[in-house]
DNA sequence: CGCCCGGTTGACGAGCGTCAAGGTCGGTGG
DNA sequence: CCACCGACCTTGACGCTCGTCAACCGGGCG
């Protein structure tokens, strides 16, 4: 190493590494450079629900603003790199800005008011499409394809089904070119944009409904 | 009325009258006096799901305080009786504060997160338990049992089931002395706390597992 | 008095979970 | 270079939870 840990203004964790653990007192949000991460709850029989997705360029969590501590564990669903921002700088030029982080906290809860009406209103086939959907919008990326760097049990713990389940899902929707499935990798592609927010049940309903 | 309407610093809705609906610019967010209300979403098929309830005591909307504008539409479950705080004024004397508003903000992320889990992983029983202690903790009555103001249809729409499976679950809950049903009131009783967070399936589990 | 909303109940079936047995890929050590 | 191992993915059989459909009841309100 040519430079001193204290010049290096981000830092990296490792795939499952904590970024912190369920009430953990925090004195700084993460602006997420590149890589996903993830909060999550674990019930004691081992059933776990991931509760919000970071992405690359988003805060993590932007609630810590104001609460100081993270309730549930949130840690790195690939190698990640991020900007640790201290609270008490957040005003200073360059960090972004109180307004920005409050802003994005508006976001978070907006997802996840999205998240409630998925999980409790919508088939297996209409969540896993609509998370697809949302991530494509996230990423911003205009490619026709995207890399979804998701484990299927991953999947499985954001849209509240089985791994099992998720993985016939997925076959189905890569018979009608919704998804790319290359080895372990998961390709979203731009297909599917149209079914978001659709139908009822997007499934058997091909011809005079 | 013997009384100025401009002195009158609280509002009243009726059953089902909207305190904000899609869209909605708001430059004010309400105290809540007494009655309940919920934001909910509608989907164009009919489905509805509620994704955040308010009960006597809380703020609602707190995040209009940074949006100033309603995603969705928040209705009155009850008659209600609200007091409108202008947005700024929130810092006046005897409104609150932002401090306030924020924290109460926080809370209803944390709550949002909660709801998340719960419906992507826990069993219609499990929900319905859950979402009875959670009501009887906020509203911080001491008595024994607590009425419960919502129809059997409005609570699918809180715990993403339908209204027949509510029905059949509540039933099982009152052989178990969970819930008192009578007429068309529920209460809930002191019973059921211990269960909450407690199985993986609360069922079918008496003798030797 | 009659309507309508909400609750109640049964029969039936679909969607999704569970269990179990491989298969495939990437990493690690010899 | 190869053998081994452990994640992760894949696939089939089977069954439970919960949804759907339908009929009926009971009370409050116009």
Redesign the pocket.
Known sequence: MHKRISEVPWRQFRRYEHLARAGDRSDCIYCIKDGWACRYELLRDGRRQITALYLPGEYCEPHWLLSGQARLPVMALTRLTARPIPLGQIDHPGEGGVRNVLHAMVQAMERQAQWITRLGRK???ERIVELLADLRARLGSDDDKVVIP????EI?DIV????????????RLAEQNCVH?C??S?LASTQMDHSTEQHP?A??QGEQG
Do not use: M
């Open positions: 088939s297996a086939t998701l484990t299927q049990r499985a509240g089904l089985t791994p099992v389940h998720v993985n016939r899902v997925l076959h499935l080895g372990r998961l049940c499934e058997k």
